[in-house]
Structure formats: C-alpha cells, structure tokens
C-alpha cells in the first residue's frame, strides 16, 4: 500500500518548537519532490516548503529563518522543523510527494495549535 503519513503535530505555545514528520511506505521518497503545505479554517492550503530530489529547498516568506525541510533517506522521512512558532502557524499541515512521470500522494494532516 502506498501512503505518507504525517506525525508530529500538537500543541504549542508561542515561540516554542515542533517537529513533522513525513513518512512513506510503498515508495521511495529520494524519487520525489516533496511540499509541507497547510490549510487554517476558512483559509486555502498553502505550500510552507518544499525540497528537490537534488536537495534544493524553497520556503514561503512566511515562515522563512524558522522552518526547516530535510530529508532522511535511511528513514525515507521528510521533517519540517518549525522554530519561533507563531499563532498564525496554526494550521492542518499536510506533506505532499509528487514526481512529473508519475505519482502524486498527500497524507491525511497533523493538526499544529500555536496558542498561550
């Protein structure tokens, strides 16, 4: 069965830390190019980061000096490090792994609640 499964989310206070992980079984994720996006209530999904297969990364303004994408082959997992979370960070964060010959797979969100 091929997914990706996202873990790591939770409940946070501001200023403070997460990390997501993106996990995949049935596939390799070295093979594809992989998006954290989120989606707040009443707001449409939106891509936080993203990282090549040849290991670029590209982040929104947003969360630009305080997220973090990486990849663990040997796990075949994608973090997203988040620092200095702010409440407008609360979202469903959602990884995505998509390759142009074929393949595109989303996980089912982790919920990430910034709030005192």
């Known amino acids: 069965q091929l997914q990706l499964v996202e873990s790591g989310g939770g409940l946070v206070q501001p200023g403070g830390s997460l990390r997501l992980s993106c996990a995949a079984s049935g596939f390799t994720l070295d093979q594809y190019v992989i998006g954290w996006y989120r989606q707040a209530p009443g707001k449409e999904r939106e891509l936080v980061a993203g990282i090549s297969v040849l290991g670029s990364t590209n982040y929104a303004d947003s969360v630009k000096g305080r997220f973090t994408i990486s990849r663990d082959g040997a796990n075949n997992t994608v973090y997203l490090q988040m620092n200095n979370l702010k409440p407008e960070d609360t979202a469903v964060y959602y990884c995505?792994?998509?390759?142009?010959?074929?393949?595109?797979?989303w996980g089912q969100g982790t919920q990430v609640t910034v709030s005192s």
């Open positions: 995505n792994a998509h390759r142009s010959r074929g393949g595109d797979y």
